[in-house]
């Protein structure tokens, strides 16, 4: 996890990490303890502050505690489509007139699910008039709307890198802008998360159902890899972030304020302030803009330690499809989540595998002509359950498929036998040191990290006990961890066979 801070770059740097990377863990936990601030509003709202004065700039994240893992059967794709309707303003702002909004809104509700009724009843003839006055009626609704009312604000008052993202294990939204907007930023996140209006819902689910077709049907590995999930993870991770495509038809306003309702509480939420701010400021803040939310919200279960593997009981641990990516290999080997002792070990030796020029795959596979490509990921498609480490190789022409099962299994096993060597692990330990100084060098980046330890972690502090935990590693702490991962029996394989011609 000691990579997450990286994610999204690009801040000016930071007087306190700005040089070598040197520091020892002691004196980067002091001065980072020094900066930061936590505190919780009594509705249990968590705010971590950092303070970094040298630009008048600020970084703001919210980490929503919920994620495409927590949908219920039938429901895929719902928590991002609500990532999406989070910018769609609220009962203030983005309309011309609420209450005749409000008004047209019920009834384009009320001719959706006629619409969909019908549709499912096979009744061809009054669905097509019902989805015709679905549409008359969201045209008439979309003329009290003012497009983009939310994100156009906050750029016209100098806010950058505005967006969210939507995995299986949480939901982010952030952005940067100028120190004097702070308290703009606190009014509209406020707004847009007690007192949100889920407008233009149904053209929305149009760009998600297009997003879907560009994403994972018209890409040449997106089909596969949505089977390859579904039959190789036996827990809610088999499931795609953007939703089964029936499933996302079949969604509206009603399930959709059902799924806020029940994880969109302020228990269920933390925002992370970093820059050119104080925590008596960020605190009086807080308490004028969300202290009077009281929205009942029961918090998101932690990572479990001890969480069954995700890997099925039935079935063989094998998967063969066509596609235009093909021929390719991918290897699921089940893991632990993030709360294990061993989370760590599992990102190094992905580094081992894969980063850099002198990493395993590249160096025995890439360049001695075996495959085009080589890559491990530590944890797929996420890691706050039970996942696992996916490992995917593209072979050169001429190199069959059991060829490049048999080269991965080779570089597995000696891994296995004997773990790294210590100047592979030396090369690992100074990566993840540069690593976590980048991040550190981000404002962004900080406040994505501090937010994603805190809720995976229990704390933001992890963010540096397990850069210490890497560096105290030894070669049989990694190679006890590979052994008993890399084995048949742990894996799920997957062959990607070329499309005949």
């Known amino acids: 996890m000691f990579t997450l801070g990286t994610a999204i770059l690009g801040e000016e740097p930071c007087e306190a990490f700005s ?65 999406h309707m989070a910018f769609k303003g609220s009962v203030r702002l983005g309309t011309k007139d609420y209450q005749r909004e409000a008004a047209l809104l019920n009834s384009v509700d009320e001719a959706f699910y006629a619409f969909w009724e019908a549709h499912e009843a096979g009744q061809a003839t009054r669905a097509k008039q019902l989805y015709e006055q679905l549409q008359a009626l969201e045209a008439r609704a979309g003329q009290l709307v003012e497009p983009n009312a939310f994100g156009s604000l906050l ?41 949100p209006v889920f407008r233009e819902l149904y053209s929305e689910k149009r760009v998600v159902a297009e997003e879907r077709r560009s994403r994972i049907d018209a890409t040449p590995l997106g089909r596969f890899q949505e089977a390859f999930l579904g039959a190789a993870l036996a827990n809610n991770y088999a499931r795609p972030v953007i939703g089964y495509e029936r499933d996302v038809a079949a969604l509206g306003r009603r399930e959709v304020e059902a799924f806020f309702r029940r994880h969109y509480g302020p228990r269920n939420l933390v925002i992370t302030v970093v820059g050119d701010t104080t925590p008596e400021q960020v605190r009086n803040l807080a308490e004028k803009y969300f202290g009077g939310w ?12 001890t969480e069954a593997l995700a890997r099925p009981t039935q079935g063989a641990l094998e998967l063969q499809q066509a596609a235009r990516a093909g021929p390719a290999v991918m290897q699921a080997f089940y893991r632990p989540s993030v709360a294990s002792a061993d989370a760590p070990i599992f990102d190094v030796i992905s580094d081992i595998l894969s980063t850099g020029r002198t990493a395993r795959f590249n160096a025995n596979l890439v360049q001695r002509g075996v495959a085009y490509t080589a890559n491990a990921v530590s944890s797929y498609p996420g890691d706050k359950h039970s996942c696992a480490m996916l490992l995917y190789a593209l072979p050169i022409s001429g190199v069959g498929l059991p060829a490049m099962e048999q080269a991965l299994w080779d570089q597995l096993s000696g891994l296995a036998d004997t773990g790294p060597t210590q100047r592979e692990l030396l090369r690992i330990k100074k990566a993840a040191k540069v690593t976590l100084v980048d991040a550190l060098r981000s404002n962004s980046g900080m406040a994505s990290a501090l937010a994603a330890y805190h809720v995976l972690t229990g704390s933001w502090q992890s963010l540096l006990k397990e850069s210490a935990i890497v560096e105290q590693l030894t070669p049989e702490d990694v190679r006890a961890v590979a052994a008993r991962t890399f084995t048949q029996d742990n894996c799920f394989k997957g062959l990607v066979l070329p499309l005949k011609a």
């Open 19 to 83: 040089g070598p990377t040197g520091l020892g863990a002691l004196e980067m936990e002091r001065r980072l303890t020094d900066r930061i601030t936590e505190f919780e509003l009594a509705n249990g709202l968590h705010f971590i502050v950092m303070e970094r004065h040298n630009a008048p700039i600020v970084s703001v994240h919210t980490y929503a505690n919920v994620g495409a893992f927590d949908e219920v059967s039938g429901q895929t794709g719902i928590a991002h489509l609500l990532e």
């Open 155 to 195: 750029q016209r008052s100098g806010a950058v890198g505005l967006n969210a993202t939507t995995s299986h294990d949480a939901t982010k939204y952030f952005m940067s802008l100028p120190a004097n907007k702070l308290e703009l930023w606190f009014a509209l996140e406020a707004e847009r998360f007690r007192a």
């Open 294 to 305: 009281r929205q009942e919200v029961l918090p998101s279960a932690a990572p479990c330690a």
